[in-house]
């Protein structure tokens, strides 16, 4: 009740303050933390009463193979677009004046969605820091490609709010001594972005390139992992990790939540807790039977072991 208490005071003051600072309060813990997200904002009680949450965890063996899901396909184009500390997550977003933009199509949609951001999750140990997690297993870290329906709505803040507005695929990232070469690209920038409201340029990414080397995924209906807890994201997460360097990961431990004068606590541990499936349907396009017959199985692709 306490608890409570407080953060209907921490809403006044938000409110008091102006809606436009609703972004900067929520947190990943404490009384501004994920179990309150939905009693801070009216606009974000889907966070405490939506039954689509993201993340969850997927269970192999409750997966439902779909034979009509279709190979993903991401445009070749590069993109460029900044680095953002928000003292939340570490973001990155396409610049607006983008002529090129990355379109994401097949797998699970029906329409064509146009990438937009990236968000970075980790924990400040090997033994956390993805969202969603496989069998149980949670990755140090998950980098989330968020993409917006172009088809149906003109931009992001139209479409999160809108039927199959967002798409969002997931890369668990794992610890290896080869890193995916188009991620050192934003590795190599962290140093630049150590405290919140910290930016910096990156130039010609390649969201193709970042994803790893597999056709195989699974895909549910779910919600941003971030206030307000859309339920419009269809989610594909992919069954392969990327991975980062000890050093890479070493640099990404070593930002702050807060500014150089007051850092605050490290940015790491920035997952949302696991949300119920309640009977939703998690579809993949791994044929079970037909891996028995001499190729590789999910058991031993769960936990994205290296070759």
Excluded at 5 to 22: F, M
Excluded at 197 to 214: Q, V
Aim: net charge positive.
């Amino acid at each position: 009740m306490r608890a409570t208490t407080c953060c209907v005071l921490l809403a006044t003051l938000i409110y008091n303050a102006g809606c436009d600072n609703w972004q900067e309060w929520w947190t990943y813990d404490g009384i501004s933390g994920p179990g309150y997200w939905g009693l801070m904002n009216p606009q974000w009680n889907m966070c405490s009463k939506g039954r689509r949450q993201s993340p969850i965890n997927v269970e192999p063996d409750k997966l439902l193979f779909d034979p009509f899901l279709r190979q993903i396909h991401l445009d070749k184009h590069k993109v460029s677009g900044m680095l953002h500390n928000t003292g939340q997550s570490l973001v990155f977003r396409v610049d607006k004046d983008t002529k090129n933009h990355v379109n994401i199509s097949g797998g699970p949609l029906a329409y064509r969605y146009q990438f937009e951001e990236i968000y970075i999750h980790y924990g400040t140990e090997n033994q956390q820091g993805s969202e969603h997690h496989i069998h149980g297993y949670s990755f140090p870290g998950e980098i989330q490609l968020y993409g917006f329906n172009k088809d149906l709505y003109h931009n992001m803040s139209e479409a999160q709010h809108k039927t199959q507005g967002i798409v969002g695929i997931s890369l668990m990232v794992q610890i290896g001594d080869t890193p995916n070469p188009e991620l050192r690209l934003v590795t190599s920038s962290f140093d630049k972005v150590k405290f919140k409201g910290a930016s910096t340029p990156i130039k010609h990414l390649s969201i193709r390139s970042l994803l790893p080397d597999t056709e195989q995924f699974m895909t549910y209906e779910g919600s941003t992992t971030h206030p307000g807890c859309w339920e419009t994201t269809v989610w594909i997460i992919l069954n392969k990790p990327i991975y980062i360097t000890k050093h890479e990961l070493y640099a990404l431990r070593k930002l702050m939540q807060g500014s150089q004068e007051a850092p605050k606590a490290p940015l790491g541990n920035n997952a949302r807790p696991l949300q119920p499936l309640h009977h939703r349907t998690v579809r993949t396009n791994i044929n079970f039977h037909q891996q028995n017959n001499n190729c590789p199985t999910m058991y031993k692709e769960m936990h994205y072991k290296g070759r």
